[in-house]
């Protein structure tokens, strides 16, 4: 069954802290993996995506790592910010025309 | 980037009633626009794949006479909830996918979802 599983369910960290989210998947065949950025009451905001050949790929203090051979991904956070506080969630692509595969979110709360 | 947005933002309607939510895409043409349901604390949960032309595809366990979705244009996708009861209140998103289906170009844009509450 093709599924994602994100850790830790939430975490909370001090402003300018790091910190990394975890992504396992077991979709089967692979297209490719998304992280996105969902504050409370909003659609989510696509942060990274990266295809089977990619092993990292940043977007600003956002850094996602991808291992598909293990099937893991991680999203790490660097410098937060109190405006990091959101939702992330990771969310893969199977084959073409499939629907995305979706992680139930790790939600991150940046205190001052 | 792409962007979609969605109309209203939110709104508040009595039990029997019928609500209707746009989707548009605003700088882009969607084949493909995705309706999604959450509930707080919950992932997206995928309700239908829309066509533009065409008619959409409902998941498993989604009533596709309770939930009417056109999609009329490349632009523009709506959902219509019709007899609405307290359950159906939940935060509702759209996305529209630009390019080909599934591969690495291909984007799912999200809309910034209509809050719907049902008394």
């Known amino acids: 069954k093709n599924q994602v599983e994100q850790s830790p369910q939430s975490l909370i960290i001090l402003e300018g802290k790091n910190c990394t989210l975890q992504?396992?998947?077991?979709?089967?065949?692979?297209?490719?993996l998304r992280w996105y950025k969902q504050d409370t009451g909003r659609g989510p905001v696509s942060l990274t995506i990266m295809t089977f050949s990619e092993n990292t790929k940043s977007n600003g203090r956002y850094t996602a790592t991808l291992d598909a051979d293990t099937k893991q991904s991680s999203l790490h956070i660097t410098a937060s910010q109190l405006s990091d506080s959101a939702s992330y969630i990771c969310?893969?692509?199977?084959?073409?025309?499939?629907?995305?595969?979706f992680g139930k979110g790790t939600t991150l709360s940046v205190s001052s | 980037g792409a962007v979609v947005s969605q109309h209203p933002s939110r709104v508040i309607c009595k039990s029997g009633t019928s609500v209707k939510i746009e989707c548009r895409s605003l700088?882009?043409?969607?084949?493909?626009m995705f309706w999604y349901r959450q509930f707080p604390k919950q992932s997206l949960m995928l309700m239908a794949t829309?066509?533009?032309?065409?008619?959409?595809?409902?998941e498993q366990g989604v009533e596709k006479d309770k939930f009417l979705i056109n999609h009329a244009s490349l632009t523009l996708s709506t959902l219509t909830v019709t007899s609405a009861h307290p359950e159906d209140s939940s935060f509702y998103i759209c996305?529209?996918?630009?390019?080909?289906?599934?591969?690495?170009?291909?984007?799912?844009?999200f809309g910034p979802g209509t809050r719907l509450l049902v008394l």
């Open positions: 700088d882009f043409q969607a084949t493909t």
């Open positions: 996305s529209a996918r630009e390019g080909a289906s599934g591969g690495a170009g291909s984007t799912q844009y």
């Open positions: 969310v893969v692509s199977g084959q073409a025309g499939t629907a995305l595969i």
């Open positions: 992504c396992n998947y077991t979709v089967s065949p692979f297209s490719n």
């Open positions: 829309s066509n533009e032309g065409s008619k959409a595809t409902y």
